[in-house]
């Protein structure tokens, strides 16, 4: 038997929690204003407009293509690399028109360039699918949130479950600060990372949880700060492993899964890194502050009492 | 005694791991590619077609791997992708337009697997190419639509009741009746609205107005956006395309994919063209020059020919394109363009009402196509332009009845495109594209490897930490990860409607991770037993005792998550959604039932000293 991380004595993780959960607010202070002021990269899923995909044999400047793209008579467009030298993309806002007809045009552009030029992919998003698609993320997030607020009020304690939101709105919140700060792409995928990392975030949460309140009932004495250190601590090897784990295939995701997963990969990473911190930092020690005491852990029906210990004889 | 499973738990895993192995097993033969060949109506398919085929492709050089006939359909495969597109041409140029030749990918699981079910997972067009429009129906025009055709059933009613009325249009809002005495208004109101319960009615100086109500609106909607599902159905067949996908999506908007579909313009116009015909009759003795300087005579209205030349016609309709169930192109004894048309019984019936006293009158055809301009009207729907034409006037020789045909285009080319659209139907309200993407085949393939190369390296490093960290433990664990994902697969593959697509395998690769966290619980529970000094029976109970509400309690509130996702994502969010949640199902199961009952198999009721974990 052995292990990464032995802990056999209590670490006193809450000792820095001021500092730490200073830094979480200004981590959520820096991301809102970045939010504000520079605002998400919106992808076509939400902007509507044309994205075609170009893949030449040759690496291709993006300058190159969006003068033959402009020869062409179609203005306001934008030219990236997407994933390698070879592979551009063309975007055209909404504003810039529709249809087969532009489509054609880019297309003939593309060929000016190298006559064997690839279309790989066609996209076209209106303008009015695109506001409806934010619109249903953003509920999406807000449903799910309220509804984990319920569950866990439900299972755990009133206390706890804010804790564990505030952990969550941290989360999105410092991966949304991130997008919007580095001006990355934030399109459908994403906002299929950031739910994904809902959920991963509060499976951190809950472990932890779980494990304080089963602390609270087994331990007679202790500050409720003693109980919240001892219980993370308990919980330390099983996070790194998970994490651990989960960052692999995520890493490999990043690297291997190609261009149009990147951005998903990106929120992922970034979202149980957060993930993993805020279930200590915010999570726990919000309950505390919100003045969680043994007494709000104690089961309420005595009886409750027995049935866990029969468990305990073989 | 202390972690003993009754056998009945072992062989419930065992049996439940093999019948998910069995059904992921369809997808380890894959798919072959193939061409599917369906008749049109003037053909038909038959064993001498496919020996036909087979000999013309073959003769080429192409190899065929197996050829079939089944259900009036032929399906040839193919060992690669380029002998495919190849014989595509080949078969298509072999057999002419009667023929549907419709490029597809031929599930090659064996006969004994597919008679108990088994196929492989359905893959979403970013992984195999295709084109995906999202088509918005113009509600506005279906209601407007309805509120015309209840003019003409309130003319005939009142009409028949003897109920005299100044005059009756469908207004901004509703329909208007105005009038000349208040008795008959009264009369009116009362007949009518026993009549149509679902209608609300409101008189107001000599005038009644008649509204449709919440329920009915909804209900002309609805069934509007049904037809129009039913005609794109019908439109996607006549393109010839094996396994499209035509859906409801919200309460205004049609999903249709068209996988292996690359010629987005072809596709586009069949699907998009909104073409109805009405029939007419032109009003005699009117004077054309006054019309057209602006005064048209009362009932009548002012149309223009193919040609630019303004033709006078009835304002009433005879007949609607509703009514169409066949249309052919041909020419006619003089060479001619013309299409024959059928109509069904209704509208068999009104014609021939029509046309009994009209011999020798002239009646003109006109064509109506919406188009979408691309602009949008205030309220966010989508603004068209209706192009009406009268393409045929024609002297009535006899009483027409349920088929007669129409002469008078330029062209066997646009004899051809009316008789498809008007057989495929007429769409009840226009639509318009609101989203469409196109995907080529190589993406698609390159997605799938991307997806494989990222699971692969996940798996291997999470497996061989695994084992190294718990040891014979942590093969238990790697165990119930392949399992997990063999059941993932199984399950995807027997559920019908799922499919799998680019975000459904970053959900597959994302649970790899995930999965292992159950037993990681489990496991660290059992060593803080042991350190604790418990026996090592006694750790292990406690250790899965421990840790299953942990375990419980973390996934649920994954589930609700990926639940919310399910319910408001469309398109990729709920792909992934999918394979999220039947991976946690899956991930519970392998890690608290499936690895208990190999750990309770090698381990339980034996007197251990030590553990290897």
């Not at chain 1, 030449?56 to 030298?85: C, M, N, P, W």
């Not at chain 2, 009362?190 to 209608?199: G, I, V």
């Not at chain 2, 199984?490 to 999965?515: E, N, R, Y």
Request: glycine share 10%.
């Amino acid at each position: 038997m052995f292990e990464l991380l032995k802990l056999n004595k209590t670490v006193d993780f809450l000792k820095h929690a001021r500092v730490i959960s200073m830094i979480s607010l200004l981590l959520m202070a820096a991301s809102v204003a970045s939010l504000a002021t520079r605002g998400i990269n919106w992808g076509l899923d939400f902007t509507g407009g044309t994205v075609v995909e170009i893949v030449y044999s040759e690496a291709k400047d993006t300058s190159e293509l969006r003068k033959a793209v402009e020869a062409q008579g179609v203005e306001g467009v934008i030219v990236q690399h997407f994933g390698a030298a070879t592979d551009l993309i063309v975007r055209v806002p909404p504003k810039a028109g529709k249809g087969n007809e532009m489509v054609s045009r880019i297309e003939s552009a593309a060929r000016s360039l190298e006559s064997d030029a690839v279309i790989k992919r066609v996209e076209f998003v209106g303008p009015q699918v695109g506001k409806e698609l934010a619109e249903q993320g953003g509920l999406a997030v807000l449903t799910a949130i309220i509804c984990i607020l319920a569950y866990v009020a439900f299972r755990f304690e009133w206390r706890l479950a804010l804790g564990a939101v505030a952990a969550l709105v941290h989360d999105v919140i410092v991966t949304l600060g991130v997008f919007s700060f580095f001006f990355l792409e934030f399109d459908l995928t994403v906002l299929a990372a950031v739910l994904a990392v809902v959920g991963y975030s509060l499976n951190d949460t809950i472990v932890v949880f779980d494990r304080v309140r089963e602390n609270f009932r087994k331990m007679r004495k202790g500050t409720p700060e003693h109980v919240v250190n001892t219980s993370v601590t308990q919980t330390m090897s099983r996070t790194i492993i998970t994490t651990g784990t989960t960052l692999f295939v995520v890493i490999a995701l990043f690297v291997q899964g190609g261009s149009m997963i990147h951005g998903f990969a990106t929120a992922l990473l970034l979202g149980i890194g957060f993930g993993t911190f805020s279930s200590i930092y915010v999570a726990s020690y919000a309950s505390i502050k919100l003045g969680l005491t043994r007494e709000h852990m104690m089961p309420v029906v005595v009886e409750k009492e027995g049935a866990d210990q029969e468990s305990l004889l073989p | 005694m202390l972690n003993k499973y009754p056998l009945w738990k072992s062989l419930m895993v065992v049996f439940i791991i093999a019948i998910g192995a069995l059904y992921a097993l369809p997808n380890v033969f894959g798919e072959d590619p193939a061409l599917q060949i369906s008749a049109g109506r003037n053909a038909e398919v038959t064993p001498s077609t496919l020996t036909r085929l087979q000999s013309a492709v073959e003769s080429q050089g192409l190899t065929i791997k197996r050829a079939e006939l089944e259900n009036g359909q032929i399906l040839i495969r193919f060992n690669s992708g380029d002998d495919q597109l190849k014989a595509k041409d080949l078969v298509s140029k072999e057999l002419g337009d009667d023929y549907f030749v419709a490029l597809n990918l031929a599930p090659a699981t064996p006969d004994w697997l597919a008679a108990i079910g088994g196929s492989p997972m359905k893959l979403g067009l970013d992984l195999r190419g295709g084109v995906h429009f999202l088509m918005e129906v113009d509600m506005s025009e279906a209601v407007r639509k309805q509120e015309t055709q209840l003019v003409t059933d309130f003319r005939a009613d009142l009409r028949g009741e003897q109920l005299r009325y100044a005059g009756i249009r469908a207004g901004a809002k509703g329909i208007e009746i105005r009038f000349r005495d208040e008795e008959t208004l009264v009369k009116a109101e009362d007949f009518l609205k026993l009549r149509n319960p679902n209608l609300l009615f409101d008189d107001k100086d000599l005038t009644l107005h008649v509204t449709m109500g919440d329920a009915y609106l909804a209900e002309v909607q609805k069934y509007a956006l049904q037809q129009n599902i039913t005609i794109l159905r019908n439109r996607v067949n006549e393109l010839g395309v094996a396994e499209p996908v035509v859906q409801q999506q919200g309460s205004n908007r049609i999903v249709v994919e068209l996988p292996g579909v690359q010629d987005t313009a072809r596709a586009k116009e069949i699907l998009g063209a909104t073409a109805t015909l009405e029939f007419r009759m032109v009003t005699e003795g009117a004077d054309l020059g006054a019309a057209v300087r602006g005064r048209v005579p009362p009932g009548s209205q002012l149309f223009e020919d193919s040609n630019g030349r303004p033709v006078l016609l009835d304002k009433r309709v005879i007949l609607t394109g509703d009514h169409i169930t066949g249309a052919q192109s041909g020419f006619s004894e003089t060479s001619q363009p013309q299409v024959s048309i059928n109509l069904d019984a209704t509208g068999g019936n009104k014609m021939a009402d029509w046309t009994r006293d009209k011999i020798g009158k002239a009646m003109a055809t006109v064509f109506i196509e919406y188009k979408s301009t691309g602009e949008r009207n205030p309220d966010g729907s989508p603004k068209f332009d209706k192009h009406e034409e009268v393409i045929n006037t024609a002297t009535i020789q006899a009483r027409l009845g349920r088929s007669f045909r129409i002469t008078g285009l330029d062209t066997p080319q646009e004899a051809q495109k009316l008789a498809l659209l008007l057989r495929a139907g007429a769409l009840i309200a226009p639509i318009t594209i609101v989203q469409e993407s196109t995907i080529g085949p190589s993406m698609g393939q390159e997605n799938i490897d991307n997806g494989m190369a990222a699971m692969l390296s996940g798996l291997v490093a999470t497996i061989l930490f695994m084992a190294v960290y718990y040891r014979k433990f942590g093969f238990i664990a790697v165990g119930a990860l392949v399992a997990n994902i063999v059941l993932m697969v199984g399950i995807m593959s027997m559920i019908p409607g799922a499919t799998l697509t680019m975000p459904g395998i970053a959900g597959i690769v994302l649970t790899v991770g995930m999965a292992v966290d159950g037993n990681v619980l489990i496991f660290e529970r059992i060593r803080e037993e042991l350190k604790a000094g418990r026996s090592v029976q006694q750790a292990i109970h406690e250790g899965y005792a421990n840790a299953f509400s942990t375990i419980a309690d973390a996934n649920i509130t994954t589930l609700l998550t990926a639940l919310i996702l399910f319910a408001v994502g469309t398109g990729p969010v709920k792909g992934f959604a999918v394979t999220l949640m039947i991976g946690i199902a899956t991930s519970m199961f392998t890690a608290i039932v499936g690895t208990r009952a190999v750990v309770n198999g090698l381990w339980g009721g034996k007197r251990l000293k030590k553990l290897s974990i």
